[in-house]
């Protein structure tokens, strides 16, 4: 048991180096004690957005609880495939910026999410999604981490693909299995 946790934490810190080192030269807004970066690890940089931005003021069993309803989607044939295709997922737009050249080259045209037509809010809100909370952002990168590479956790939401704060009743939600609360987030799965 000992030798386990000795060689988690080395293999840990090998990362942690690793990665800040990575990050100074690949990631032009790379925050400090970050353990990865969109380039180095893309799909665990995706979910620890989706974390960070919806659950970072949660108990750490409401992170990993959002953590896994991310994952759980990509194992469901309803969902895209891949975790960033599955937080990126909305309906999109042409943004104002490239419409207005009708001779522009479709790889020149930018999309932007419309707001409110996504599958996680944060991603279609309006709002910057710069990180802000360096601490917070680590302990993001550490659930998506833990959750993808150790399977710590993995299951919490009992296959839940839906969840929703508890200041809201959404009307998905009566088409759904309710599964349970963790923090202020209530988690839903499809009816068998």
Not at 12 to 21: D, R
Not at 109 to 136: A, E, L, M
Not at 164 to 182: C, E, Q, T
Request: proline residues 4%; hydrophobic residues 35%; contains cysteine.
């Amino acid at each position: 048991m000992k030798l386990k946790v000795l060689i988690t934490a080395t293999v840990a810190i090998l990362m942690f180096n690793n990665a800040q080192a990575e990050s100074a030269s690949t990631f032009q807004n790379a925050i400090k004690g970050e353990i990865y970066t969109a380039e180095s690890q893309p799909e665990l940089y995706c979910l620890a957005m989706n974390i960070y931005h919806e659950a970072r003021a949660e108990p750490i069993a409401g992170q990993y609880a959002v953590a896994d309803v991310t994952i759980n989607r990509t194992l469901d044939t309803r969902y895209p495939n891949t975790v960033c295709e599955v937080v990126m997922q909305a309906k999109m737009k042409e943004s104002w910026k490239t419409k207005q050249y009708p001779d522009l080259p479709d790889s020149e045209r930018k999309y932007i999410p419309i707001r409110n037509k996504c599958q996680f809010s944060w991603f279609c809100d309006g709002r910057s999604d710069t990180v802000h909370d360096g601490d917070s952002w680590r302990q993001a990168q550490e659930v998506a981490y833990r959750i993808v590479v150790e399977k710590k956790f993995r299951g919490i939401t009992e296959g839940s693909t839906h969840y929703h704060a508890d200041y809201v009743s959404p009307r998905w939600a009566k088409a759904f299995d309710l599964v349970g609360r963790v923090g202020t987030h209530i988690f839903y799965r499809w009816s068998r």
